[in-house]
């Protein structure tokens, strides 16, 4: 099965910074690789899909980018509501099983 | 509006059974495959079934196989997931999630959730 490794696992930042995240995959998976936002106590919530494409209705300050093994996830300019924890998922090799990455959760300094 | 709801989550004693149910509405429910997720109380999500548009594929993460069963009836817009032998490690918010397509493998519609606890 293919691993991810993503990093941090826990990031402080202060609002208006930007905020990097990367996954790294056990294996080539091209660019199948999504990002999802996870806030308390509600449900996950697709935002880059395909490594870099955002989905509809996502603020633009969201950006995914990376193919194969590696890949980023940045926030340009961190906003109070961005408090969350972020997943990556890879599916590349199918049939399932899909994976996901442990997270990054995500705090205001 | 896509609406995903999931029922059927209670407490359950190890080696039990349960059977959760999700009801779709606000899409056309057979023209999407469809998933289960679930994360365990402070922990990360785990992908645990998938199942095709029509019902004809099915794949298990390899820690439920032989025990769950996912399932759907497209008449009435709904997903099931039969488990059996279930243990203190199935302990979990159990998610319903839209496929983005047939055969996408991602999910980008969350129903909110059954808590499933497995104890004694």
């Known amino acids: 099965d293919i691993q991810m490794t993503q990093s941090p696992s826990s990031l402080s930042a202060s609002v208006g910074d930007r905020v990097t995240i990367t996954c790294q995959a056990s294996?080539?998976?091209?660019?199948?690789l999504n990002w999802y936002q996870q806030k308390p106590g509600k449900a996950p919530k697709l935002l880059i899909y395909d490594a870099s494409n955002l989905e509809t209705g996502v603020p633009s300050r969201f950006s995914g980018s990376g193919s194969g093994t590696d890949f980023t996830f940045t926030i340009s300019s961190l906003q109070p509501e961005d408090i969350a924890t972020y997943y990556c998922?890879?599916?590349?090799?199918?049939?399932?099983?899909?994976?996901f990455g442990q997270g990054t959760r995500l705090e205001i300094k | 509006e896509v609406q995903l709801v999931e029922s059927g989550g209670v407490v359950v004693q190890p080696g039990g059974s349960l059977r959760l149910s999700c009801a779709a509405s606000?899409?056309?429910?057979?023209?999407?495959?469809m998933h289960w997720v679930r994360q365990a109380p402070g922990k990360g999500l785990e992908w645990v079934s998938l199942?095709?548009?029509?019902?004809?594929?099915?794949y298990y993460a390899d820690s439920v196989k032989g025990r769950f069963t996912i399932s759907r009836d497209n008449s009435k817009n709904s997903l099931y997931l039969q488990m059996n032998s279930l243990r203190a490690e199935d302990t979990a918010l159990y998610y319903c999630a839209k496929d983005r397509d047939s055969s996408a493998y991602y999910f980008d519609y969350w129903g909110q959730g059954t808590l499933v606890t497995v104890s004694s």
């Open positions: 294996q080539d998976i091209s660019n199948y």
């Open positions: 998922q890879q599916y590349d090799n199918l049939p399932p099983p899909i994976t």
């Open positions: 606000g899409f056309t429910f057979d023209d999407y495959a």
């Open positions: 199942i095709s548009w029509d019902g004809g594929s099915t």
